[in-house]
């Protein structure tokens, strides 16, 4: 037996993702996989001390990861016309947000480098996604970058949309906002590596083919979503892009990298590699 870590997030996204791999449906023959459940910024940082075979990253932080991982073709995560919303407590626009502090999911979240990419000066304020929320409405901080379930409740607290990204980054490109995928550490060899895409393949098949079932799993995941919001969260970011990039969600990847490092935003350049292209 060969036991392979498969890292995601404790969201309802990524749940209804593995839901055929964590509930035994999908066959997986002499490989047992174990799932470790961590925010995405945490993941971002195992992966880049390479700790774990298999792991949800944000495409931001893949950008520093390319030489160790490839980026399996299914599991992303692509706001198609939506996606991380700047939010604050008063009405603002885009003048009204150079300079600000804004609190942020992480330096390596896709959120961030999106938010980099639509206005540079600003001051960063790291703070745990599930808390954005509570800093911009006591005030500690000006504006808010929403990732998650936060997407459709910050109106619940009264908070003022000033900027959706994805709609932002459509208007800009005519592409969905590449925002997280999985990866696969380069090193377990060809063969394993196509084995466990396959079986993630599988899995995101199985949960979009049995739906009420693996909802019914993510629904623990959905941090107070009742449950027809947190099925319009889950189809937000497990659709058909989750199982395959294809082309424009391919180009997407590149497309986002490239202005990052363009920016100054990224220090390196990228090389994108798909498993299987």
């Known amino acids: ?55 949800a990253v944000s495409i931001h932080a893949y950008a520093y990861l390319s030489d160790r991982y490839a980026l399996l073709p299914h599991g992303a995560s692509m706001g198609d016309g939506y996606g991380p919303r700047l939010v604050s407590r008063t009405p603002m626009t885009f003048g009204d947000v150079r300079g600000k502090r804004i609190a942020v999911p992480g330096l390596l979240t896709s959120a961030y480098l999106a938010l980099r990419l639509y206005e540079r000066d600003f001051e960063p304020v790291v703070t745990p996604f599930d808390q954005i929320e509570d800093v911009v409405a006591t005030g500690e901080v000006d504006l808010g970058l929403l990732i998650h ?51 993630l393949y599988d899995s995101i098949a199985y949960g979009l083919s049995n739906r009420v079932a693996a909802l019914d799993h993510s629904m623990k995941y959905a941090r107070n979503l009742g449950r027809a919001d947190a099925d319009t969260f889950v189809g937000m970011y497990v659709n058909d892009w989750t199982l395959d990039y294809g082309v424009r969600g391919r180009k997407a990847v590149t497309e986002f990298l490239d202005r990052g490092v363009a920016a100054g935003v990224i220090t390196r350049p990228v090389s994108v590699r798909f498993v299987g292209d």
Do not use: C
């Open 1 to 55: 037996m060969r036991t392979i870590r498969v890292a995601h997030s404790p969201d309802s996204d990524d749940a209804f993702m593995f839901y055929g791999l964590a509930s035994g449906k999908v066959e997986t023959g002499d490989i047992t996989y174990v799932h470790e459940l961590q925010d995405i910024e945490t993941l971002n940082q195992r992966a880049m001390r390479g700790e774990l075979e298999v792991t």
């Open 149 to 199: 379930e936060g997407q459709l409740t910050y109106a619940e607290r009264g908070l003022r949309l000033v900027a959706d990204l994805g709609v932002w980054w459509r208007d800009q490109t005519g592409l969905p906002l590449p925002l997280g995928g999985n990866v696969i550490r380069k090193d377990l060899g060809e063969l394993l590596i196509g084995t466990v895409s396959q079986h």
